[in-house]
């Protein structure tokens, strides 16, 4: 099998089943950015080191960078662009604006696909809980801090 | 004053955390043409030649 062999697979893409042909040696990154066009998807270091192109695998969180495309047949994909509904905004996304946790804003969409992981699965997380769950995300702008706060105010309901 | 020594958001905020700003890497335009850098295979050394040939056969490269 070559990396370009196509592969035909199926899979829901934040809630939406989609039928796809990848290349048997393509990486999930490439399917959303350049096949799916969701860019808000980012291309980090392409080698599973900074958690920018992090992307939710039945609620799990995956560096989509070095994911198989091919492997993700059957599975639920979630992206920064099914976190909100509709107009409304997710607690996480809502808190990251309050907080001023959002900068150059190139790491954001790989955090807060991580950060909804771990809600999901910790709904009430002490502020250590949070970083080792950031432990995979780098922000080269280096607003950790304020992301933290931003997560803990969003497992808190809101409030600050 | 409103502004100063107020908390405001920032304006670009919002496209950022849903994922919607586009970024230099984002951007697509017609007739966009890409690049690719070679880089050196040792450490440090003279160029003498570089064989191109086969790149320059290459369907859709424009410039070497």
Do not use: W
């Not at chain 1, 509904?85 to 997710?90: I, M, Q």
């Not at chain 2, 409103?2 to 905020?13: H, K, N």
Request: glycine residues 12%; aromatic residues 2%.
């Amino acid at each position: 099998m070559t990396v370009d062999q196509p592969v035909s697979i199926t899979c829901t893409v934040n809630g939406e089943e989609r039928a796809l042909q990848v290349g048997a040696g393509e990486t999930l990154l490439q399917t959303l950015r350049q096949r799916l066009c969701l860019t808000g998807t980012k291309e980090g270091c392409l080698e599973g080191e900074c958690g920018t192109c992090t992307v939710l695998i039945d609620g799990v969180p995956v560096d989509s960078c070095i994911q198989s495309a091919a492997a993700v047949d059957g599975r639920e994909i979630r992206t920064i662009e099914g976190l909100s509904n509709g107009e409304r905004l997710s607690p996480l996304q809502q808190a990251f604006l309050d907080h001023a946790a959002v900068q150059c804003g190139f790491c954001i969409p790989g955090m807060l696909m991580t950060l909804t992981a771990l809600q999901e699965h910790q709904p009430t997380p002490s502020p250590g809980d949070v970083v080792t769950a950031l432990s995979g995300n780098t922000c080269r702008c280096t607003g950790y801090r304020q992301m933290v706060d931003a997560a803990m105010a969003a497992a808190r309901g809101g409030q600050t | 004053m409103s502004v100063i020594g107020s908390s405001v958001q920032r304006s670009d905020g919002e496209a950022k955390v849903r994922g919607d700003a586009v970024f230099g890497v984002d951007l697509v335009v017609q007739g966009m043409l890409h690049a690719r850098l070679l880089r050196a295979p040792v450490a440090s050394g003279k160029i003498r030649h570089i064989d191109t040939k086969a790149a320059a056969a290459s369907e859709g490269v424009r410039m070497l």
